[in-house]
């Protein structure tokens, strides 16, 4: 219960740009679940702590031990935000095609959950993977994707001929 509200602080002073009290706090919490052998948990803060500093993971490490559990355990909902933050370790290595690998494996992973709150943020990494190729127009095309499926989103509850058409998406929440 201790780490869960530490992790829970950790993401209220991320959200707060309070990124060294967040991290502190992930620290914390990481410390609670791994006396409790809370290794899910773990997998899940050590993905926190690489979104609040992305220097955290240089080697790459805690990521790939994250992937390989997850994987390991069958359960693949921290899987696009693992494959994503690989994706972007490798992009700022200049490991371009390797990024590209990681990416596409952020994709299926989160096309698989079904849900367009975790496709969305692979198209924003996708457009930056673009950038750093030199491909302007395959980046505009990322985000303006992106900006669609938060659109989308933002129509899940109206009424009438929007909602029908989110609702019909097959890449939408179940």
Not at 14 to 20: A, D, P, T
Not at 75 to 97: F, S
Request: charge should be negative.
């Amino acid at each position: 219960v201790i780490g869960n509200l530490h992790f829970y602080e950790a993401q209220v002073r991320r959200l707060q740009g309070k990124q060294g009290e967040a991290a502190e706090a992930l620290a914390a919490a990481i410390v609670c679940f791994q006396a409790m052998g809370m290794v899910r948990e773990i997998a899940h803060a050590n993905l926190e702590a690489i979104v609040i500093d992305s220097s955290a993971d240089p080697s790459g490490e805690r990521i790939a031990n994250v992937i390989s559990y997850q994987i390991d355990v069958g359960d693949p909902r921290p899987l696009p935000l693992a494959w994503r933050l690989e994706a972007a370790r490798l992009r700022r290595l200049g490991d371009l095609e390797n990024a590209a690998l990681a990416l596409e494996q952020s994709f299926v992973a989160s096309e698989a959950l079904g849900n367009p709150d975790r496709i969305w943020p692979t198209h924003l990494e996708a457009a930056e993977l673009a950038l750093a190729a030199g491909e302007r127009d395959a980046a505009l095309g990322e985000l303006r994707r992106a900006l669609e499926i938060n659109r989308d989103l933002s129509l899940h509850f109206p009424a009438g001929v929007e909602r029908e058409r989110f609702l019909a998406r097959p890449d939408r929440a179940s």
